[in-house]
């Protein structure tokens, strides 16, 4: 009878095929550890918004919906982009957390995900520029003041498109708030039961608009250098941790590349990774682009895989991999060949909310079902 093979590695010993079975230890189902939490796997489920709350509260679809995907089996659930401030949502019906109101409900959801054995993320956003726009299925486009939506800001008075509102440049007392902002939402998000925070730096939001050249002209410490660029993120990261406990995982979601000559680029991000793992940031999830509307993106399964990969072999930090990454096969590739630790799926999970009991079986990996469905096991 053969023996258990075992796999040695940087990351510790591995079980890759045991006796009696034909089941191997498939790395998309390896436990990761990040500060003090493990993750059961390395899936999980990236953040997308819903746009179906209420003066941000957090309702019966937000449990369906995140409570779902915990009973199909992933192992980090990470809300959708939850509002610091009711002016940085993207529409009046985003999520938010900017009132201590919001609490209860956020809690009853991650009391659910806990009880499933995953972990619940929280992703704390402010739109900038982007904000008060209409849900995508009534147009997705921004509202004008006059007719229901509210004055957006930004790091310059520069629209996204000739079409949108002109925003204000933020003042830096303005900049102190926001900064607040972010504090109080992570004191309200631990509160809530969340175990894992991210701040939403990317897809053209408040915190890329200040990195990224094409949006960000000022010529205050906020402004100019890519020091003075990232500087706003780096306070935020900094006020946020003033209030996390350290031991908990503190993400954060980056576009890695505007797409766009004379925009932020993967080397800027390379700096950035680096900078945010001094100050205690634990992983980077790696997207990209959403800054400018012009941007050609050349969109196919895994586009974005190569960043995620630069950024941790150059920085050494956790990264994640995200975008059009749709199979078990092709997510065991990217975590075998060392391009990320962690998988983030979005539309596949929102096809799919088993996806990772499903994942187990293609890749014949003896994942646990919840009890409630072990009889529809094969």
Same mark, same amino acid.
């Given at each position: ?233 780096? #306070? ?10 350290? !031991? +908990?995982? $503190?993400?954060? @979601?980056?576009?890695?590349? =505007? ?69 078990? #096969? ?10 990320? !630790? +962690?998988? $983030?799926?979005? @539309?596949?999970?929102?096809? =799919? ?26």
């Amino acid at each position: 009878m053969p023996a258990r093979i075992y796999l040695f590695s940087e990351t510790g010993i591995r079980l890759i095929f045991a006796p009696n079975t034909d089941l191997f230890m498939a790395k998309l189902f390896e436990p990761l550890c990040i500060g003090s939490i493990t993750l059961q796997n390395r899936i999980a489920v990236s953040p997308m918004c819903e746009y179906s709350s209420e003066d941000g509260f957090a309702n019966d679809w937000h449990l369906v919906h995140l409570g779902s995907r915990a009973v199909g089996g992933a192992g980090l659930l990470i809300s959708e982009a939850c509002a610091v401030s009711p002016e940085g949502r993207i529409t009046a019906h985003d999520l938010g957390i900017w009132k201590d109101a919001h609490i209860s409900e956020l809690e009853r959801i991650t009391r659910f995900i806990r009880s499933q054995g995953s972990v619940a993320g929280i992703q704390l956003a402010h739109a900038g520029r982007k904000a008060s726009c209409s849900q995508p299925w009534m147009g997705g486009k921004q509202i004008a003041i006059h007719e229901g939506g509210w004055q957006v800001v930004a790091p310059s008075a520069i629209p996204f498109t000739e079409d949108t509102m002109l925003p204000e440049a933020v003042t830096i007392e303005k900049i102190h708030q926001i900064i607040d902002d972010f504090r109080q939402a992570a004191i309200r998000s631990r509160k809530a039961g969340f175990q894992v925070l991210e701040i939403h730096a990317a897809h053209g939001y408040l915190l890329h608009q200040f990195y990224s050249p094409l949006s960000n002209r000022r010529t205050d410490r906020y402004g100019g250098s890519f020091e003075n660029r990232i500087r706003l993120l780096m #306070e935020i990261v900094a006020a946020v941790q003033e209030v996390w406990p350290s !031991d +908990l995982p $503190l993400m954060v @979601r980056i576009s890695a590349t =505007d797409w766009t000559v004379g925009g932020w680029d993967l080397s800027d991000s390379v700096l950035l990774a680096g900078k945010l793992k001094e100050q205690g940031v634990h992983l980077i999830d790696c997207s990209s682009g959403g800054n400018v509307p012009h941007a050609k993106i050349p969109a196919g399964p895994g586009y974005q895989v190569a960043f995620a990969r630069e950024i941790k072999l150059k920085t050494g930090i956790l990264t994640g991999a995200v975008g059009l990454i749709t199979g078990a #096969e092709q997510a065991e590739q990217i975590l075998n060949d060392g391009s990320a !630790d +962690l998988i $983030l799926l979005a @539309r596949e999970m929102l096809r =799919d909310p088993y996806f990772p009991l499903h994942a187990a079986s293609q890749l014949k990996h003896d994942w646990e079902w919840p009890v409630q469905y072990q009889r529809a096991k094969k």
